[in-house]
């Protein structure tokens, strides 16, 4: 396990400072901030909470519990989340939406049915509703972000769940929610329009044309109820060998470009090789070609257009979830697992490979929300009795302390390895942003490399770096390393570093297998 350092002062950054190595730099990152590509959205760093598995009821919620609070939130999940800063939490579905009826949610506990989830097998008692949800969010200060069922739901569903959420006049269902105990409206801003509805597992599944028309008088609903809601689309998710994302979602921009804020795009991976540079490499790649992909459709779509709207991708799904039962395969049965991913040390590499995609596209990616948050392949994982943070938890805050800076458009250069016959790919992943207000630079660097260190030349082409920086580094010598309770075994360390500086740069070692965020004084 990796320990913080607690030497005082700069005695204790000279005997850990690695700027200085005796090799020849052999890789090379060149920092301008002038070259900006975009802000990085605070709602970048949101999260996913789905009625599915132990996410809700045993996670977030769970009534009668000496841990839970008055109303029946967990007091250390909620204590948990808070440093995540989840500016946006997504509810309530995934796949559950697509089945979920919001008037069954509302309402004095005891008097709510119980359904059947036909999305996971389970029981759906309904105890945790939006009253519950929208209280939740206030309390760890996120943005909600609701998800209508756009598989087995109506037009009007929708627009009456933008009323009670949202009405200041007293309507019949904005009525409802003052009897339900609160007077003003709770004005939820982002919904989505549906989840995964291109795919074949999903209730309510239809092709893009049915889709796109259901979903643009959805969205005309919605917007006559509340015109200052913002909408998302329900891009591909399906990209299945027979399957056509790219069609779906050239269809749904076509039809619902001057209604929609966002497109949705969901990616999961997995080192199902145990190959662990093909795995942060040719997942890499894909996530790489997706938002390009995306980003060329949207712009295909507004051509022609005087003022277009503005639309950007809402990546509002993506982890790592390969071991435990997902649909598709012949045995799904979800009460064998309930999606309980118990990351290791690469999985929480891997979360490091994502954000710094996002932000290399910050000017398109404005949301994003990592599934889920508690349980159910979450960085959160709790029993009857505690709780432990798991290996992906650290990236998500340490990043998050990014949000509103400047993302920039770096110059790097690194050793390559191919993957098959792909192109080839740079050993070091590498994102960057800068905050004009405390003139603060972040290098994030992934070295991709199993059994190399990397000695790199990184160089300030607009103005002087100063010195010491500080560094937070994720690393541990056994890939396949796990948190557990009362074991955590792989956490950050973090260290204040001596730079060497020469000629407006300095040289620095990114150890094999790491992640490190390196940060620096704009001079």
Not at 4 to 33: C, E, H, K, M, Y
Not at 131 to 154: K, Q, T, V, W
Not at 243 to 259: E, F, H, P, S, T
Not at 433 to 456: F, G, Q, W
Request: glycine letters at 8%; proline letters at 5%; one cysteine or more.
């Amino acid at each position: 396990m990796l320990v913080r350092n607690t030497l005082p002062g700069i005695f204790a950054a000279l005997l850990l400072t690695s700027a200085v190595p005796a090799q020849q730099p052999q890789a090379r990152i060149r920092i301008d901030t002038n070259r900006v590509i975009g802000e990085v959205s605070p709602r970048l760093f949101g999260n996913f909470a789905e009625h599915l598995g132990r996410c809700i009821y045993g996670g977030i919620f769970e009534e009668g519990s000496p841990l839970s609070d008055s109303d029946g939130f967990r007091k250390d999940v909620l204590e948990a989340v808070k440093p995540l800063g989840v500016s946006v939490l997504r509810w309530p579905g995934g796949n559950f939406a697509s089945g979920y009826n919001w008037k069954d949610g509302v309402g004095p506990r005891d008097q709510r049915p119980a359904r059947p989830d036909l999305a996971w097998g389970a029981l759906e008692t309904n105890r945790f509703g939006t009253d519950e949800f929208l209280r939740y969010c206030e309390r760890i200060g996120a943005e909600p972000y609701l998800c209508i069922n756009a598989g087995l739901g109506s037009v009007d569903d929708a627009r009456q769940w933008v009323e009670y959420a949202n009405e200041t006049r007293p309507t019949y269902w904005a009525n409802q929610r003052r009897k339900n105990g609160r007077e003003q409206p709770w004005n939820v801003k982002i919904w989505g329009l549906g989840n995964e509805i291109d795919g074949p597992w999903q209730l309510g599944h239809k092709n893009a044309e049915d889709y796109a028309k259901f979903a643009l008088e959805a969205a005309k609903a919605m917007r006559r109820q509340d015109a200052s809601i913002e909408l998302i689309a329900s891009g591909s998710s399906n990209f299945g060998a027979d399957a056509d994302w790219i069609g779906w979602n050239r269809a749904v921009l076509d039809r619902l470009k001057d209604q929609i804020d966002y497109i949705s795009l969901h990616t999961y991976i997995g080192n199902r090789e145990n190959n662990f540079e093909n795995f942060l490499g040719s997942n890499a790649l894909d996530i790489e070609d997706r938002i390009q992909v995306v980003e060329g459709q949207i712009k295909a779509a507004q051509n022609g257009q005087a003022k277009p709207r503005p639309i950007y991708i809402a990546f509002d799904e993506w982890n790592t979830w390969y071991r435990t039962i997902h649909p598709g395969d012949s045995e799904f049965d979800i009460g064998k697992s309930g999606l309980e991913e118990h990351y290791n040390f690469e999985d929480a590499l891997a979360a490091g490979m994502f954000l710094n995609a996002f932000m290399r596209h910050a000017d398109v990616v404005k949301m994003a929300n990592l599934a889920q948050l508690v349980n159910v392949i979450a960085p959160i994982f709790t029993n009857k009795q505690a709780l432990y943070l798991q290996t992906i938890y650290w990236p998500l805050v340490e990043y998050g302390k990014q949000r509103g800076n400047l993302s920039l458009d770096l110059q790097t250069t690194s050793p390559t390895y191919r993957i098959g016959s792909r192109p080839p790919l740079g050993y070091l992943d590498v994102s960057g942003t800068y905050s004009p207000a405390d003139r603060a630079i972040y290098l994030n660097v992934l070295n991709r490399s199993e059994k190399s260190d990397i000695v790199t030349r990184v160089d300030a082409i607009a103005g002087q770096i100063g010195s010491p920086a500080a560094v937070w580094e994720l690393n541990n010598p056994d890939l396949k390393a796990v948190n557990d309770f009362g074991a955590e075994k792989v956490r950050p360390a973090t260290r204040a570093v001596a730079l060497n500086l020469e000629n407006d740069g300095f040289t620095y070692t990114f150890p094999k297998h790491s992640l490190t965020i390196l940060k620096l004084k704009a001079q």
